[in-house]
């Protein structure tokens, strides 16, 4: 009787027994369900591995998008395991389909839209087609180059001169009235006007022809 209930305790123990190929699996699966097909894992590493490990791990990765560093811990109830992984990221971004001159505003038209796996992704290219419009050519851009955020510059959407909507907010109460921009200023910026009054205020511009006062 003794002799098959130990036997028993050992198919038990056995059955629930992780390998480090079991390991480096469920590690995979817990990557794939977080950040699915951008992702490929070239390799994963589990460290101080002792050749078995019991229980049920609850894993926790530490890696984010576009990044190098790519960790993840498997926590059994009396012990930590560690891993490091190697990935690749898969990234889109926009190639110049010609030279483009400085202060150029910028356009799907002028770039292809190509699509690679990084080791790590520079938080400048990532930009999407409905953004481009937004933009103008910093510097001068030759053919063939990717597009980055350090290479452009958004694109003014007041005009020295321009008749712009000016917006006053004074607790609940927001006022309306028409000013003249005496600046040039993309979204955010601040620029100088001047009331229907003549008076000079600043505002920040939050929308093409629309000024914010500032109080």
């Known amino acids: 009787m003794w002799i098959i209930l130990?036997?028993?305790l050992l198919l038990f123990s056995l059955c629930f027994s992780w390998t480090e190929e079991r390991l480096k699996k469920l590690v995979e699966d817990t990557v794939k369900?977080?950040?699915?097909?951008?992702?490929?894992?070239?390799?994963?590493?589990?460290l101080d591995w002792k050749g078995?490990?019991?229980?049920?791990?609850?894993?926790?990765?530490?890696?984010?998008?576009?990044?190098v560093r790519a960790l993840a811990y498997l926590d059994f109830e009396k012990k930590r395991i560690n891993?490091?992984?190697?990935?690749?990221?898969?990234?889109?971004?926009?190639?110049?389909?010609?030279?483009?001159?400085?202060?150029?505003?910028?356009?799907?038209?002028l770039f292809v839209?190509?699509?690679?796996?990084?080791?790590?992704?520079?938080?400048?290219?990532?930009?999407?087609?409905?953004?481009?419009?937004?933009?103008?050519a910093s510097v001068h851009i030759p053919k063939g180059s990717i597009l980055r955020r350090s290479i452009i510059k958004?694109?003014?959407?007041?005009?020295?001169?321009?008749?712009?909507?000016l917006i006053f907010h004074s607790g609940n109460i927001e006022i309306t009235t028409y000013g003249t921009a005496l600046d040039r200023g993309e979204v955010g910026k601040i620029v100088r006007v001047k009331t229907?009054?003549?008076k000079i205020m600043k505002g920040k511009v939050i929308d093409r022809g629309v000024v914010e006062l500032l109080k």
Not at 52 to 67: C, F, I, Q, T, W
Not at 113 to 136: A, K, M, T, V
């Open 6 to 8: 130990s036997f028993l």
């Open 33 to 46: 369900e977080r950040f699915g097909d951008s992702v490929r894992i070239e390799s994963i590493k589990i």
């Open 52 to 67: 078995s490990a019991e229980g049920n791990p609850k894993v926790e990765l530490d890696m984010e998008y576009g990044r």
């Open 83 to 109: 891993a490091v992984l190697s990935v690749y990221w898969k990234v889109k971004f926009f190639v110049a389909k010609q030279d483009i001159p400085k202060g150029t505003a910028l356009s799907a038209e």
């Open 113 to 136: 839209e190509e699509e690679r796996w990084l080791r790590s992704i520079p938080n400048d290219f990532r930009l999407n087609r409905e953004e481009l419009e937004n933009y103008q």
């Open 154 to 165: 958004p694109l003014p959407v007041v005009e020295r001169g321009d008749v712009v909507k």
């Open 196 to 198: 229907q009054a003549g």
